[in-house]
């Protein structure tokens, strides 16, 4: 009953895990190299749940389990720290791909130059087993210190004065939790506190909760001009030399959103700050990059327009250029960004 169910639970996380990968190649908009990383992710939880449904199937080659286990465990660590700009990711990557390394000549050592039987795993292979156990909790301890590293130093560096959204810490401290979780599995595994069924149906339990996580990820983590530091450059301190006033009168009294070749950079000197100070100025209080500032206040100026009605005189395409859009296609992906809908179904409902 119990591998019955936990069979149907590795389909549902497998499914689960498809659904992720296609949102997070669709709305994903981070740098690339975030991207292919999370993708990485997905792909190994895949891997591992398929392996799962057929691992006590004892004449399959059950070790090939431990390398997308293995590559999840590093590879989220590695994204929450190239998330936070964190100086432990180039540590983090030469850890992981050592272990990958001794994990693949493992595997090829047991299958080609002393073959044993492929129902085995390494820990039980006689002579080697007790070998392999060690190693892998040291391996597993060194992990459960990156991973306590890196999450003191984001709880640290928010009690210390940096300003980090709440909807970004929340979801990446409970990666660092989970994956933690996971370690500890796998320890217990490794001293035979816990059963084979048993670990197998914890990991599982993970992975859906994991997901769910990424699923549901805020919406803050898919725009591509956010970027958090955690080297300081959130404190107050530094977003409060952008005089307030000048900005406010320059940005919304001004206009300047209005202007369709306007500039961060154009935007920086006339407020007479750097383009990396104002880029926190508008992060820290605003909560966005300047691209989606700028798009922002240029939906609300355009429904402004309709509701004015102008959409009697004028075409979408020229209240789309009236509002600082370049083309009505650029209003479009904008509105429903921000608005939702497209501004032709927006007009029909003022029009009714």
């Known amino acids: 009953m119990q591998l019955l169910f936990q069979s149907h639970l590795a389909i549902v996380v497998v499914v689960l895990a498809l659904i992720t990968m296609l949102e997070v190649m669709v709305n994903f908009k981070r740098p690339s190299s975030l991207k292919i990383i999370l993708l990485v992710i997905l792909f190994c939880i895949i891997a591992h749940g398929v ?6 199937n004892y004449t399959i080659y059950r070790r090939l389990i431990l390398i997308p286990s ?11 720290s190239l998330l936070f700009q964190n100086k432990m990711s180039k540590y983090l990557l030469v850890f992981g791909i050592t272990i990958f390394i001794f994990q693949s000549i493992n595997i ?10 492929k129902s085995l795993l390494v820990s039980d292979i006689p002579s080697a087993g ?23 130093t984001i709880i640290e560096k928010h009690k210390s004065g940096n300003i980090y959204f709440k909807e970004l810490v929340f979801p990446a401290i409970a990666i660092i939790v989970m994956v933690g979780l996971i ?4 320890i217990l595994k490794s001293i035979s506190i816990i059963q084979d069924p048993i670990f197998q149906l914890l990991y599982l339990l993970c992975y859906f909760f994991y997901l769910l996580l990424i699923l549901f990820r805020p919406k803050l983590m898919n725009q591509t001009d956010f970027k958090v530091s955690m080297m300081g450059i959130f404190k107050k301190e530094n977003a409060q030399t952008v005089p307030f006033t000048i900005f406010i009168e320059v940005f919304f009294t001004q206009r ?5 070749l306007g500039t961060i950079e154009d935007l920086s000197q006339k407020t007479t700050v750097s383009t990396n100070t104002l880029n926190e100025f508008l992060l820290v209080n605003y909560g966005i990059g300047y691209t989606d500032l700028v798009n922002k206040h240029r939906v609300d100026y355009f429904i402004s327009l309709i509701n004015k009605g102008d959409f009697v005189q004028f075409t979408i395409e020229a209240l789309a250029i009236q509002s600082g859009f370049g083309s009505r296609q650029s209003l479009q992906k904008a ?10 179904d927006y007009i029909s409902s003022i029009q009714n």
Do not use: D, E, M, W
């Open 108 to 117: 090829i050592f047991y299958l080609f130059v002393l073959p044993v039987s």
């Open 70 to 80: 293995a590559i999840f465990i590093i590879a989220s660590l590695f994204f929450i």
């Open 183 to 186: 370690c500890l599995i796998n």
């Open 335 to 344: 509105f429903k960004k921000f608005h939702g809908g497209t501004p032709s």
């Open 130 to 152: 007790s070998a392999q156990s060690l190693f892998r909790i040291g391996v597993l301890i060194g992990i459960l210190f990156f991973n306590k590293s890196l999450l003191f």
């Open 256 to 260: 300047y959103f209005l202007n369709s």
């Open 51 to 56: 392996a799962i449904t057929f691992y006590f």
